[in-house]
């Protein structure tokens, strides 16, 4: 059976939509106001920022960022990344028509042609899930198509995905929710915010840590957990632009997780990526807009051993845990038994 076949598009809609839809979306769904967007844009970056202490929103001078991270190594892939996974050694990214394997130093594997209009890629043994705006497919690590099926609901937009041992969540910006699949392609349940999602623009991501669902309610700046079930567990985040808080009408973008259970989130708009406690404390912020690249778009993440793999446009950059840079930032007074630090002598 062959995969369907859509026709390339210059900009997708969701991408639009991240590029400047939230803006507008987010300020008519959450009632901002004109003004409060217009000083949201004039400020110049790195001269004030609100205090997230509390100290009734007052603007005070931003100290210089640094984080605890160094740029080590970057490669350039043929087309536009729609987003990677890492599984084993390997880089698997979705970018337009084309999936490309990689090492993890750039080195070229394999690839394959599949179809457009890739939302997000997943990789569970020994299978590559592709998630479609209205269906999902899954491949064999060689390009093989394995299966497919289609959406539960005929208005459904899916933005997200995850996969854990048996199941599929997906989720969706039209409906509002999360679609529970078998990972053969069942429908099980949808999965409701006791919050109510609100998705202005394809802000909607999901991933799981040990057992739990963790998902972005953007338009609410929140980031709510589920059991395996559908369960809801709870929920953390505050609109704000300092660190510790979710900026704009609709962060965060993209989250990942490392192997002790914190929670790494990817904003847009002022991009940056920062590290939460699994119960939503704030920890720091790893990386800021500069040194991620600038822009606008949210940079996806994913973390492994002492390296975060950051994609944005064509460009895969790796980006390690330097102990020395460490000793400047939040990171050298952490507690945690954090991963990233692990076997680290520079």
């Known amino acids: 059976m062959e995969p369907n076949k859509e026709n390339t598009q210059k ?26 967007l217009r000083k949201m844009f004039i400020i110049p970056e790195g001269i004030l920022q609100t205090n997230a202490s509390g100290n009734g929103g007052r603007l005070t001078a931003r100290q210089e960022f640094a984080s605890p991270y160094k740029l080590v190594s970057s490669f350039n892939v043929p087309d536009q990344i729609e987003g990677f996974e890492i599984y084993g050694e390997k880089l698997v990214v979705a970018a337009s028509n084309n999936i490309y394997i990689y090492d993890r130093f750039g ?16 990789v569970f043994d020994d299978r590559i899930y592709l998630l479609f705006p209205s269906r999902i497919e899954a491949y064999d690590l060689e390009g093989a198509y394995l299966l497919d ?30 679609c529970k699949y078998t990972t053969e392609g069942n429908f099980v349940k949808f999965i409701q915010s006791p919050n109510g999602f609100i998705i202005p623009s394809y802000s909607f991501g999901i991933t799981h840590v040990d057992g739990t669902l963790y998902c972005s309610n953007s338009g609410r700046h929140l980031i709510e957990s589920y059991t395996l079930d559908g369960e809801y567990l709870g929920a953390f985040g505050k609109p704000g632009g300092a660190d510790g808080l979710f900026c704009g009408c609709c962060n965060p973008v993209h989250l990942a997780y490392t192997s002790t259970g914190e929670i790494i989130t990817s904003e847009k708009g002022k ?12 920890r720091s912020v790893l990386l800021d807009s500069k040194m991620l690249g600038g822009g606008n778009m949210a940079y996806d993440v994913k973390v492994t051993d002492d390296k975060l793999f950051v994609t944005g446009q064509r460009m895969i950059s790796t980006f390690q ?7 400047n930032t939040a990171c050298s007074g952490c507690s945690v038994n954090c991963p990233l630090r692990e076997g680290i002598t520079i």
């Not at 900009?11 to 409060?36: D, E, P, Y």
């Open 149 to 178: 099926w289609e959406a539960c609901s005929e208005e459904s937009d899916y933005c997200s995905f995850t996969v854990t041992g048996d199941y599929v969540f997906a989720t969706d910006a039209a409906n509002k929710n999360i």
């Open 107 to 122: 080195t070229l594997l394999n690839n394959f042609a599949v179809a457009s209009r890739i939302r997000d890629i997943a």
């Open 271 to 282: 991009p940056r990526i920062s590290c939460y406690s699994p119960d939503g404390q704030f």
């Open 11 to 36: 900009i997708s809609r969701k991408r639009f939509l991240q590029v400047c839809g939230s803006v507008v979306a987010g300020g008519t769904i959450l009632g901002v106001s004109g003004t409060l």
């Open 321 to 327: 845990y330097d102990k020395v840079l460490a000793a």
